[in-house]
């Protein structure tokens, strides 16, 4: 789970756009959570970004080094560490590591509801967060953060998404993490940007 500042919970405690000819390649192939509508909808906003992207970004992330929604959805499988900026209340950034998931078009994470993230994005939305995993691959989303209750049983996927991660490793974890009290976010994107090195 993220938890913002706090570690991570470890076992014991309690309880390429449709036509290119040089598509990077995908991966991974596990499941996906997006219809068909989102991955539409995660096109137009793939395509809007890229429209909009200033001449140096243009210059760097080329037409062939972007991913397309569906390329980007069985890349992003599983627990995928983010790098999550949120504003101070004198308006200074502050970065840091979480554990995010992708799930029906947008990257969702969690933290507790006495954070320092979660107590800025209750009072300023505003969030912008990079998956980074190697020079080959970055995912970068600028936008607002949805906060919802992980455990409010009408929205389960982040939940399960969690417990499929850890519980493998850490079989406390569903007892810890129903004894905590968990926020989930989600970025509701108003610019998301791509970068695969072609393979």
């Known amino acids: 789970m993220a938890v913002g500042p706090l570690p991570r919970p470890v076992p014991g405690p309690p309880g390429a756009l449709a036509g290119r000819s040089r598509r990077p390649r995908v991966w991974c192939t596990g499941r996906v959570h997006e219809t ?12 809007a970004s890229a429209a909009r992207a200033g001449a140096h970004l243009a210059e760097v992330i080329t037409p062939d080094r972007r991913l397309d929604a569906e390329a980007l959805c069985s890349r992003l499988q599983g627990m995928c560490l983010l790098v999550v900026a949120t504003v101070t209340a004198d308006g200074r950034p502050l970065a840091g590591p979480v554990d995010g998931y ?98």
Not at 40 to 45: C, G, I, K
Not at 107 to 128: D, E, G, N, T
Not at 134 to 159: I, N, Q, S, W, Y
């Open 36 to 47: 068909p509508e989102e991955l539409v909808a995660l096109q137009a906003l793939l395509d």
């Open 102 to 199: 992708w799930l029906h078009g947008a990257f969702h994470f969690s933290s507790s509801r006495r954070s320092v993230r979660m107590r800025h994005l209750a009072q300023r939305p505003a969030i912008s967060a990079s998956h980074l995993p190697g020079e080959a691959l970055a995912v970068t989303v600028h936008g607002r953060a949805e906060l919802f209750d992980v455990l409010d049983p009408g929205r389960p996927e982040l939940k399960e998404a969690m417990l499929e991660a850890y519980l493998p490793s850490q079989p406390g974890f569903a007892d810890w993490l129903e004894a905590t009290d968990p926020v989930g976010a989600r970025i509701e994107a108003d610019a998301l940007f791509t970068f695969a090195l072609p393979r």
